[in-house]
Every structure is written in structure tokens, then in C-alpha cells.
């Protein structure tokens, strides 16, 4: 579900130090665009609300979320607004508390730890 070689990717090349803040900045943006989707009116709303978020996911390192949005992605770009947004929302829930879980592991641990 965390790919976390690329959370461990993000650390190190922000650095330890900022890590906490750039995450939580990555989730809050997150937040927001889960909410988007169930306001979005359009095919063409779903689309950037679901690009935006399949960009966070990766950055973070939530692969079946990025998965998730891409497909929904493709299908909102060919006109389509049937997306199980429930289906990506708890994968989003799901996710973001594997990774709230995970990230004090991954911070003591250092950057050899597989997980």
C-alpha cells in the first residue's frame, strides 16, 4: 500500500528535518482534494481533482491510491463522471493512516529500513 523506498526518497532528499512538515503539508493538501471530489460537478472538475490527487498520492508514496486515481483520471478525461469516489476516498483513509503509522518507524529506523 506505502511504497516506502520513495517516503524514505522524500526524507532524505528534503531532509529530516523538514520531512514532518512537508508531509503534513502533503496530507492537508490531500484532504482537500478528497473533499473536491464529492463537490466536483463535471467530468473535466473530476479530472484535476483526481490529477491532483494521484500527484500527492505519489509523492508520498500511496500506491494503490495513485493507482486509484489514475483510472478514475482516464476515465473522467474521456467525458465519464461514474467513479467510485467512496472506493478512492477509503483508500485515501486507508493509506494516510498506514503512513501516519508508519512515518515514526521509518524516522527512527533511518533509511535502510524496509517496511
Known amino acids: ?3 516506502w523506498a520513495r517516503v524514505i526518497e522524500l526524507r532524505d532528499e528534503i531532509g529530516p528535518d523538514s520531512f514532518d512538515e512537508v508531509a503534513l503539508l502533503f496530507l492537508e493538501e490531500a484532504d482537500d482534494a478528497v473533499e473536491q471530489l464529492s463537490a466536483a ?3 473535466t472538475a473530476l479530472e ?3 490529477h491532483f490527487l494521484k500527484g500527492s ?3 508520498l508514496g500511496f500506491r494503490e491510491l495513485a493507482r486509484l486515481c489514475q483510472v478514475g483520471e482516464k476515465t473522467a478525461a ?8 467512496v472506493q478512492i ?3 485515501y ?3 494516510k493512516s498506514a503512513f501516519q503509522s508508519g512515518r515514526g518507524q521509518m ?3 533511518g533509511s535502510n529500513q524496509e517496511f
Not at 467525458?79 to 467510485?84: E, N
Open 89 to 91: 476516498k477509503t483508500a
Open 57 to 59: 498520492a505519489l509523492n
Open 48 to 50: 484535476s481533482a483526481l
Open 78 to 85: 474521456s467525458g465519464a463522471t461514474l467513479i467510485d469516489i
Open 107 to 109: 524516522m527512527v529506523a
Open 93 to 95: 483513509d486507508v493509506s
Open 1 to 3: 500500500m506505502i511504497d
Open 41 to 43: 460537478q463535471s467530468a
